[in-house]
């Protein structure tokens, strides 16, 4: 189910029913007179000297809605808005580095940032002023938007000095944003560990996670907790274990379809926003198969299955690719597809049911969000099981049972809306995470998704020398960023680790070298947002700061050392390294604003897990060994596949070239910081090799 525009009061379409995103064409027939950004919208507003109004957004953004009901509906603003500006939309997903840009803007400007933006630029396309969400009148605090449009473009009008001097000061401020001088030093010894420590102190004892309300996942600060976990002590597993328990019995969690909700609106992750996005979901099951092996821990281990099936049932097209994101709203409520009133979940369930549900899920009379009931686990089954009488297997069924009758239920609801557009980047941490799910959960069905997903990109999106970042309706469109080329390069490496098939190597090959092609720094180090032959912009940005999705420098630090690893190209592993040490000293400073290049400073600082498998790659025994290996928690692993009657591949480490088979068996040889282990022969050994 995609968003489509609805034709109101016999409305004629604005420029943006021409548009692929659905988000664009949800305000194709608003009374705004919309342009998308271009050329066009560019040349009108410098040839009558009007400011441009810059609103960008994201289909699944509840507030994005809100403003455009309240004000981009409202035929009184809208003729405002076309009267003193020329106005255009652009949505974030599609246009991340105009939103990068402007976004740096308005925390300039405010302290502070979000969706909805809103912008104030001149005819060329410098930012004098901005926010976020408006009401359409004065409203608790915050000036109405038809006071505020009227009042800029009065000072656009009679105090062009004042707007030339906020224009220079934010213009100089924007460029210094991207300034990072290398220093030359190395990365300080155990840094990573060194901001674990420091991230640890907003840790919340109670109920997981980091900080208070609103509370978001914070995926990549608990992956490098768990990389920590090792050398920092049991406190790091216990925050991973906590949060992520927490998390999975919590509303923001899709009790009854799986898939997590963006975020949560209180510090128990009780109260999600409804949006589901695709990054978040392919980042979390990523997350719980780390979390269920580094931790032994079989509950995540169904957590990250769930998550997976949904993506695959909701979120994959009959092409292969993966949509983006799924609203919050459906009917015009936030949140009504997935909430429950008792007498809703007592029809669908029977009295008998409906009792376990009530106390399971926390099903009440009252609701707990808006007279309805978010569901969330507040017991285990065998506590189930003690309060109603019933064997623990009894108590079990009767979940599952619970589940599949409410979930079968709300199948017969109006779904959420859905963005049907096909993210390069975001499609990349989904062939990712389906990668290693089908390593380790065996489940075919996953390893089939993640190929499908990476001969999409790669057949649909890329055209033999560059990527797409968009594809919808047939069609392929924007030059792709780093993130995406990045993020790309990285699945394919996991595809590589999931089959053994040297030819995912060889993709990513291709991608790493058009990041060194296009977007590297040559001077100073670090790769830019853009291509060297994207449009030209008010500032070339160098983003570097994680977010909810790893930063493209972060991510093609990563992929960088990896791929040198298998490929043993040198000026990769200097990119990578001349990458880290740039923005070392940022990461000493802000370690929240860097948790995934800290992941990568640390497959930096230790090196690789090297594991050489010699042997006939035909055997059951073989396949045997992968699945076991699959079962391991080995972050900076390498897997390398000899078969003396095929020959080596086309690259090993020095330390473990002409490694032999011993006695004919399958042998195993585990190699670190350039020294190889004495061989192994049985699984168990190899096993226990790994794990010391």
């Not at 030093?185 to 919340?204: G, I, S």
Request: hydrophobic letters at 40%.
């Amino acid at each position: 189910m995609s968003h489509e525009p609805a034709a109101g009061a016999g409305r004629k379409p604005n420029r943006l029913i021409n548009e692929q995103s659905p988000y664009l064409r949800q305000h194709a027939y608003n009374p705004v007179d919309w342009y998308p950004w271009g050329e066009e919208a560019l040349a009108r507003a410098r040839a009558e000297n009007k400011p441009i109004l810059l609103s960008i957004g994201y289909s699944a953004c509840h507030w994005c809605h809100v403003m455009e009901r309240e004000s981009f509906e409202n035929d009184t603003i809208a003729q405002l808005m076309n009267e003193l500006f020329v106005p255009i939309k652009v949505d974030r997903e599609e246009r991340p580095d105009l939103d990068q840009i402007y976004m740096d803007a308005v925390q300039l400007i405010s302290g502070r940032g979000g969706w909805p933006l809103t912008m104030f630029l001149t005819p060329d396309a410098k930012p004098f002023f901005g926010g976020t969400y408006f009401p359409p009148e004065d409203s608790r605090g915050m000036p109405g938007f038809r006071r505020v449009l009227i009042s800029i473009a009065q000072a656009y009008r009679e105090k062009s000095s004042d707007i030339e001097s906020n224009v220079q000061k934010l213009t100089q401020a924007l460029g210094a944003l991207g300034e990072y001088a290398p220093s030359g030093d190395d990365l300080r010894q155990n840094l990573p560990l060194a901001a674990a420590e420091t991230l640890a102190r907003h840790y919340d004892n109670l109920n997981g996670g980091l900080g208070q309300a609103p509370k978001f996942p914070n995926t990549f600060v608990f992956s490098l907790f768990i990389r920590m976990a090792k050398d920092g002590g049991p406190v790091y597993a216990d925050m991973v274990r906590n949060t992520l328990t927490h998390m999975a019995k919590g509303g923001i969690y899709d009790q009854v379809g799986g898939g997590f909700h963006r975020y949560s609106v209180d510090d128990r992750w009780l109260v999600p926003h409804f949006e589901k996005m695709l990054y978040d979901n392919a980042l979390l099951a990523r997350l719980y198969l780390d979390a269920a092996r580094a931790l032994d821990e079989a509950q995540f281990l169904d957590v990250a299955r769930e998550i997976l099936d949904y993506v695959l049932r909701e979120m994959t097209s009959a092409e292969g690719g993966f949509y983006s994101t799924q609203d919050a709203d459906s009917e015009g409520e936030e949140g009504k597809f997935f909430v429950w009133s008792a007498d809703e979940a007592r029809e669908v369930l029977g009295d008998r049911l409906f009792e376990i549900a009530a106390r399971y899920f926390d099903i009440s009379e009252e609701g707990n969000f808006e007279e309805r009931n978010i569901l969330h686990r507040t017991i285990e089954p065998a506590e189930a099981a003690r309060m109603f009488g019933i064997s623990e297997d009894e108590s079990v069924e009767a979940i599952r049972e619970i589940r599949r009758r409410l979930f079968e239920a709300r199948e017969r609801r109006i779904k959420p809306g859905r963005d049907e557009k096909i993210l390069a980047a975001w499609n990349a941490m989904m062939i990712a995470s389906l990668a290693e799910g089908f390593r380790v959960l065996g489940d075919e069905r996953y390893l089939e998704a993640a190929r499908r997903g990476a001969e999409f990109v790669m057949t649909r999106m890329w055209d033999g020398r560059s990527l797409r970042r968009s594809f919808k309706d047939g069609t392929a469109r924007f030059n792709a960023y780093l993130e995406d080329y990045a993020l790309l390069a990285g699945a394919m490496i996991d595809l590589y680790e999931a089959t053994l098939d040297a030819a995912w190597l060889q993709r990513a090959r291709t991608l790493a070298d058009a990041i060194l092609e296009r977007f590297i720094d040559r001077d100073k180090g670090g790769f830019f947002f853009t291509s060297e032959d994207h449009e030209q912009l008010i500032t070339r940005s160098k983003a570097a700061f994680d977010g909810s999705t790893p930063s493209g420098n972060s991510a093609a630090a990563m992929a960088l050392l990896r791929l040198h690893e298998y490929l043993g190209e040198q000026r990769y592993f200097d990119e990578a390294a001349r990458t880290l040490k740039l923005f070392a000293p940022f990461i000493e400073k802000q370690p929240f604003a860097f948790s995934h290049m800290l992941e990568a400073a640390d497959l930096y600082q230790r090196g690789p897990v090297e594991i050489v498998l010699v042997g006939d790659r035909s055997s059951s025994e073989f396949h045997q060994w992968l699945e076991r290996l699959g079962l391991l928690y080995i972050p900076n692993r390498a897997i390398f596949a000899v078969d003396p009657a095929a020959g080596e591949p086309a690259f090993i480490p020095e330390a473990a070239r002409d490694k032999p088979q011993v006695a004919g068996r399958l042998t195993a040889y585990v190699c670190r910081e350039r020294t190889c282990s004495a061989p192994h022969t049985s699984i168990e050994t190899l096993e226990a090799e790994l794990r010391g």
